[in-house]
């Protein structure tokens, strides 16, 4: 059974970037067969789609947060990256990495394996 | 950007009651692409129903989704008390986007 995992700084300060690594085990991102997505929750709201990465690295991000965003993947390890830039208190929320099947060339578009999350604070 | 609306923001049930759960989408969904969720506090949350009326994995039949265009349901029959927790509404015909998602508590 999959398993994913984030880690990463707690605390950001603000208009510093943010970065998180996603770890995958129990299965291959070079697989093909899944698209790699990160998702966040502020404290006591709703959720939003940050975006996603194919192992071969094409991207699809959100577009309110594109001018700021860069999506990587490491087969190696096994993993997927975030990265945002000049974060500010908006961007404090709990992040979690997620999967979607591949389906008829594309991705599925909805989400049956999450991480279990990780709270990044954007405060100095 | 499709925009999601969720209704109502709380519903107050008992244990063994019935839940209608309303997500009404600002301009229809393409190919009924909706899922539904729940979140528990403190987790992840968990996918119920995609393509507005399929069941997930290891999903329970008193889980039922319905609706096409931009006005969909979620009905749950026979509430258990690990049902009470936040429901989020999913579209993912146009990129991806959430609704506000109804709070479901102990009467």
């Known amino acids: 059974q999959v398993r994913l995992q984030e880690s990463g700084p707690g605390l950001v300060k603000p208009s510093q970037t943010l970065s998180l690594t996603c770890t995958v085990s129990?299965?291959?991102?070079?697989?093909?067969?899944?698209?790699w997505n990160w998702l966040r929750q502020p404290p006591g709201k709703g959720l939003e789609w940050i975006g996603y990465?194919?192992?071969?690295?094409?991207?699809y991000y959100n577009p309110s947060l594109k001018s700021r965003l860069t999506l990587s993947v490491d087969t190696s390890k096994n993993q997927f990256s975030l990265r945002l830039t000049s974060v500010t208190a908006a961007d404090t929320a709990v992040y979690y990495c997620?999967?979607?099947?591949?389906?008829?060339?594309?991705?599925?578009?909805?989400?049956?394996?999450w991480g279990q999350g990780t709270l990044v604070t954007v405060s100095s | 950007e499709i925009v999601l609306t969720q209704s109502p923001g709380t519903l107050s049930l008992s244990p063994g009651e019935r839940a209608t759960l309303s997500c009404r989408a600002s301009?229809?969904?393409?190919?009924?692409?909706l899922a539904w969720y729940r979140q528990k506090p403190g987790q992840a949350p968990r996918l119920l129903i995609y393509?507005?009326?399929s069941r997930a994995t290891d999903i329970p039949d008193r889980f039922s989704g319905s609706g096409s265009g931009t006005d969909f349901t979620l009905t749950i029959s026979g509430l258990e008390p690990e049902d009470f927790a936040v429901y989020y509404c999913?579209?993912?015909?146009?990129?991806?986007?959430f609704g506000q998602g109804t709070k479901l508590e102990i009467k």
């Open positions: 301009q229809s969904v393409t190919s009924s692409s």
């Open positions: 129990g299965g291959s991102i070079s697989s093909g067969d899944y698209y």
């Open positions: 393509g507005a009326s």
């Open positions: 999913q579209q993912y015909g146009s990129s991806r986007t």
């Open positions: 997620a999967r979607d099947r591949r389906l008829y060339y594309d991705s599925s578009g909805y989400y049956p394996d």
């Open positions: 990465i194919y192992y071969s690295g094409s991207t």
